[in-house]
């Protein structure tokens, strides 16, 4: 079985300062790791995922997380966040692709 | 590419009235598709797992006969929610995705309220 810890359930940052999401995962199998955005009132977007290879993997609009095995970790971090970033983030993780498990997600609340 | 679209995105009905959310894949084929319940401030709870032309998959807990899943064609898989109550009141998400390891896609989910 699966399971994925985001301790942090809102995050809030001054606009242009960095960011840093938390997230942990268990699992005793090899999994799949993404990040998930959703803004308000809307289905999920895809932000970024790790699959094998390099552990840090980038999305086109700023955002990075890196694999961290030893710690089970796939925290989702960006330099510089901007308003439009306001968004809740999800964490999951999938064994096959089908089976999505998500954490509960942290709203990041940007600050002007 | 990969677009999923939900419809509707709202909807108000009063209590023991069925509604039918359909989830839609517009420009790929999709054999399989799942539907996820969303309470506020929490995360997605996968309700059950549709293939194309075969029955769907429900997760524990959910009551098949309540929560009616047809998966039609490869692009069209449709959720009923049957004698609908306030408590069935949730955002609905539904996804889609190709054959094989390919990440689900999702549409702007089901805002439903029941009077």
């Known amino acids: 079985a699966q399971s994925v810890t985001q301790l942090d359930s809102q995050v809030p940052v001054f606009e242009e300062a960095p960011v840093e999401l938390r997230c942990n995962y268990s699992?005793?199998?090899?999994?799949?790791l993404f990040w998930y955005v959703q803004y308000p009132n809307q289905g999920l977007q895809l932000l970024l995922k790790?699959?094998?290879?390099?552990?840090l993997v980038k999305s086109i609009n700023g955002f990075e997380a890196e694999f961290n095995k030893s710690q089970t970790s796939f925290h989702l971090r960006k330099p510089s966040v901007h308003i439009s970033d306001t968004a809740e983030y999800f964490c999951?993780?999938?064994?096959?692709?089908?089976?999505?498990?998500f954490g509960k997600g942290t709203r990041l609340h940007i600050l002007p | 590419g990969a677009v999923v679209s939900q419809h509707p995105s709202r909807v108000i009905c009063k209590s023991g009235t069925s509604v039918k959310i359909e989830c839609r894949s517009l420009?790929?084929?999709?054999?399989?598709m799942f539907w996820y319940r969303q309470f506020p401030k929490q995360s997605l709870m996968l309700m059950a797992t549709?293939?194309?032309?075969?029955?769907?998959?429900?997760e524990q807990g959910v009551e098949k006969d309540k929560f009616l899943i047809n998966h039609a064609s490869l692009t069209l898989s449709t959720l009923t929610v049957t004698s609908a109550h306030p408590e069935d009141s949730s955002f609905y998400i539904c996804?889609?995705?190709?054959?094989?390891?390919?990440?689900?896609?999702f549409g702007d989910g089901t805002r439903l309220s029941i009077l």
């Open positions: 996804s889609a995705k190709k054959p094989g390891a390919q990440p689900q896609h």
């Open positions: 699992s005793s199998v090899s999994v799949y």
């Open positions: 790790y699959l094998s290879g390099s552990t």
């Open positions: 999951a993780v999938s064994p096959d692709y089908d089976k999505i498990i």
């Open positions: 420009d790929f084929q999709a054999t399989t």
């Open positions: 549709s293939n194309e032309g075969s029955k769907a998959t429900y």
